[in-house]
């Protein structure tokens, strides 16, 4: 089998996380004869600095013309101008609306020998184990009209948020498919007694609930959710919500894990073809020192061999990789640990490669792709 990845490091940790992940996913491929090309390209700041383009007309072709795209991070206090014409983070959302990537899983897995790290009591983490999938191409993020106005009473912002039925419908559709391989629960996460959009989502939601007999269907406004993601961690199975809920909220859930450098995404669309990307940013401040945590960039191969390649074996194998090398106690410097980037990246691939041939054993699509 042959893949095309295209590589987008990014800025600051990008490069640094995605090297390590890039060198497991040579590990894994090597081990289930797996032919990779990989191609690099610029996105966010380095892309202005290089080209004046957060995303290149060139590198958005290539991820395109790719079975799945790696990314590291975008931003930097360099490009933090709040009067720029353009910023990084552009780069990034127009990647996402080019390659119609509307769906963003991000799974939240406590690790058992990491309850140490997390800011909440070990007894609050027994039995977490969350999907939220974020509604990606749409919402407060891409609403139009938005731009400033200066008004006789003073400068005036806008943004709007917008959704179609057709966008919450098919990204619902999504939760519930995945909440029928898990524990059959999707909470839909709104603003309902506000938002008129939100509103529509509710609808929608129960619509498509209709069609899903075996799936719990659960309504939550958005604050008492980010409550409750502290409380009661473990009441959620599948969570589905617009794009800025969603980007709070996995923010927030990342904190039950002990730190953000552990929490992978996958942002897909309507083919097997998607963006992988850890959820944290480029962490400008620990920037080149080489101690950034790897697992986010390296599980987020995991994701790419599950949902881009239907590797579901290889998948896994990644994935029990971090798993022992947590357990063996390598940490990053976020984990409370000394190990840098590389010395990370290198005990989670000598797992790979003990794992040896189980990568081979089975190509098997996930019943919900
Ligand atoms: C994320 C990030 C991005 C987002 C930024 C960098 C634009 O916070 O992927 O969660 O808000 O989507
Ligand atoms: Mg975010």
């Not at 919500?241 to 904190?255: C, P, Y």
């Not at 962490?283 to 020192?289: E, F, L, N, T, V």
């Not at 022992?324 to 005990?347: H, S, Y």
Request: overall charge negative; glycine content about 10%.
């Amino acid at each position: 089998m042959r893949a095309r990845i295209a590589l987008c490091p990014g800025d600051g940790i990008g490069p640094e996380v995605t090297h390590e992940a890039r060198r497991v996913l040579d590990e894994v491929a090597a081990g289930c004869g797996l032919a990779l090309a990989y191609d690099e390209h610029p996105i966010g700041g380095c892309a202005i600095d290089a080209t004046g383009q957060p995303l290149p007309p060139a590198t958005l072709a290539a991820c395109a013309a790719a079975d799945a795209v790696l990314l590291g991070a975008v931003g930097g206090p360099q490009w933090d101008d709040p009067a720029a014409a353009v910023r990084p983070e552009q780069g990034l959302l127009a990647l996402r609306q080019g390659l119609g990537l509307w769906a963003n899983l991000r799974p939240v897995t406590p690790y058992p020998s990491l309850r140490d790290r997390s800011s909440l009591r070990p007894d609050r983490l027994a039995g977490v184990d969350l999907m939220v999938i974020r509604e990606l191409t749409g919402g407060l993020y891409f609403g139009t009209p938005r731009g400033r106005t200066i008004e006789p009473e003073g400068r005036r912002a806008v943004d709007t948020l917008v959704y179609t039925e057709a966008e919450i419908r098919r990204v619902v559709t999504l939760a519930f498919k995945v909440a029928a391989a898990r524990r059959g629960k999707v909470t839909s996460i709104d603003k309902a007694n506000v938002l008129e959009s939100s509103r529509l989502w509710r609808q929608v939601a129960t619509e498509v609930a209709a069609d899903f007999p075996r799936v719990r269907l659960e309504h939550l406004l958005v604050d008492a959710a980010a409550m409750r993601l502290i409380t009661q961690p473990s009441y959620f199975d599948v969570i589905v919500t617009e794009n800025m809920f969603g980007d709070i909220l996995t923010d927030e859930a990342a904190v039950l894990s002990g730190s953000i450098g552990l929490l992978p995404s996958a942002s897909l669309g309507d083919g097997p073809r998607g963006l992988y990307e850890p959820i944290h940013g480029s962490a400008p401040d620990i920037a080149g020192h080489g101690i950034a945590n790897p697992v986010g960039a390296i599980l987020s191969v995991a994701m790419l061999l599950r949902h881009s390649l239907g590797l579901e074996a290889a998948a896994q194998t990644v994935e029990r990789a971090v798993e022992d090398a947590l357990r063996a106690g390598c940490r990053t410097r976020d984990l409370g640990g000394t190990l840098t980037t590389a010395q990370m990246g290198a005990a989670i691939r000598e797992r790979v490669v003990d794992a040896g041939g189980d990568t081979s054993s089975a190509a098997l699509l996930r019943a919900y792709r």
